[in-house]
């Protein structure tokens, strides 16, 4: 068994089957099938161990943002990357820029002409179709596809519950840390016969997708879908299932990915007892500096929306987001927004290694705007999903960081992968202001590893405007 979970591309000429082991815990058995743009595998992910007694592993992505810090453009890049398959698969249409997404996710850098090349390159769809991208991890992923083209809608799922407003459709992810999914784009995202494309960052099952559709097919029925994912793991059973729901509902499923293959996983979960501390760093909170204002460039992007169970003082949503729908000329409209964004911040920064930090499904925006505030950034994601961590070669996890999610305390959220000395600044985007108190863990967290934090709000509360 090979215990580093950091893999080389398997040309078609070599031995297709790939064995990991996982902390002396869990065994994984990948057989590779289909590698379109002749993908490295450690370009890709690497592989954790999962706490949830539903799934015992994770395979970690080193594009997309989440849970490992990386560059902002070869997470777009990547986007743009699944979005050309979708070109070539269903359509015939060819990127221009293929083979240099291609070395710029090998790479794990990118330039600012070939992010110029791909924000700049549309493909006008022949009939409107809707894009829709999972909560929580791949909300950032299905919007950079649906950026990619012309004729085009898009909306995110979510976990939260807004206030006055029903969920066009919901459903379920039972492997999930947090299962229940929420739809609140407009009736008119689903209430005509057009293409649905749906965008995840990994297919192990397919169940999730197979669920939407399901719920789709319900109540606004339709000929065509297309799954949309980074990696498609789905055994021939698996796969079977997908037919049957074709079959079921005279429909048909393209699925389309960057590697395919299938996998098998044996061993259990590792059980770990968590509570709203770091479990990997020993640093206590520093003297850091704290700066915590609203961006003034979002100010006429807010929505009348605002969280259930939340005061009439409650900050409101963001508008560009995607979790209430947008279309691809609304998104024009949103890129203008994220220049003026970015350029605000850039010239706040005070250092020259800079994290930006994403916080649950608000990552697509901060992304955009960490990809234009200049040279030394890094970008990543807080989450719900709690992986097992442990300074030992090989595993990608080797720092934790756990506080109630400040928007919603009830929820746990995470941050990994960050150690004194990493960085000498981070910015943290928050899409809602919330009260101080509510702030204080997380900071307490940061403190310990980032000598400077500033923290930026996109809606901000009435009436307060503040500095720290």
Not at 189 to 209: M, Q, R, W, Y
Not at 232 to 251: L, V, Y
Not at 377 to 399: A, M, V
């Amino acid at each position: 068994m090979n215990n580093n979970p950091s893999l080389t591309y398997l040309t078609q000429d070599k031995e297709s089957m790939v064995s990991l082991e996982i902390l002396n815990k869990i065994q994984v058995s990948i057989e590779m099938n289909e590698n379109p743009l002749q993908l490295s595998l450690s370009s890709l992910f690497q592989m954790g161990a999962r706490i949830n007694k539903k799934r015992s592993f994770l395979f970690i992505s080193k594009v997309l943002g989440k849970h490992l810090p990386v560059s902002p453009k070869v997470s777009l890049i990547a986007g743009a990357a699944l979005a050309s398959r979708y070109m070539e698969e269903v359509h015939g249409a060819v990127h221009p820029a293929r083979q240099e997404m291609h070395g710029a996710i090998e790479a794990g850098e990118a330039g600012e002409q070939l992010l110029q090349t791909v924000l700049e390159e549309t493909y006008a769809l022949p009939e409107e179709t809707v894009f829709i991208g999972f909560a929580e991890t791949a909300t950032a992923l299905g919007h950079a596809v649906f950026r990619c083209f012309e004729n085009a809608k898009f909306l995110h799922t979510t976990r939260e519950e807004i206030e006055g407003l029903r969920s066009a459709i919901n459903f379920e992810e039972e492997h999930s840390h947090a299962t229940s999914h929420r739809c609140y784009a407009g009736t008119e995202f689903f209430d005509h016969h057009h293409p649905i494309v749906l965008v995840d960052d990994e297919s192990t099952t397919g169940k999730t997708a197979l669920n939407i559709i399901e719920s789709i097919q319900e109540v606004y029925p339709r000929k065509e879908y297309a799954i949309l994912t980074l990696l498609d793991w789905r055994t021939e059973k698996h796969r079977e299932a997908f037919k049957k729901m074709e079959e079921k509902h005279g429909i048909t499923i393209t699925a389309i990915s960057l590697l395919s293959g299938s996998m098998e996983a044996e061993g259990n979960s590792i059980e770990e007892e968590f509570v709203f501390t770091s479990d990997a760093s020993e640093g206590k909170p520093g003297d850091a500096e704290v700066t915590v204002t609203g961006l003034d460039a979002a100010a006429a992007y807010q929505t009348e929306w605002v969280s259930r169970g939340e005061g009439p003082e409650a900050p409101s949503y963001l508008s560009v987001t995607g979790r209430f729908g947008m279309s691809d000329r609304f998104e024009k409209e949103a890129g203008q927004f994220v220049n003026r964004a970015a350029e605000e911040l850039r010239m706040r920064r005070k250092g020259v290694r800079t994290l930006c930090l994403g916080t649950g499904e608000f990552m697509y925006i901060p992304m955009r705007i960490a990809a234009e505030m200049g040279e030394g950034i890094r970008y990543q994601s807080s989450t719900r999903s709690p992986i097992h961590c442990t300074k030992k070669e090989g595993y990608p996890i080797f720092s934790k960081f756990a506080y109630p999610n400040p928007e919603q305390p009830a929820v746990q959220h995470f941050f990994y992968n960050i150690e004194q000395g990493m960085y000498d600044e981070v910015f943290v985007f928050l899409e809602r202001e919330v009260p101080m108190e509510q702030l204080e863990p997380m900071l307490k967290q940061l403190k310990t590893v980032v000598p400077i934090i500033q923290v930026v709000y996109f809606c901000r509360r009435k009436g307060d405007q503040h500095v720290r």
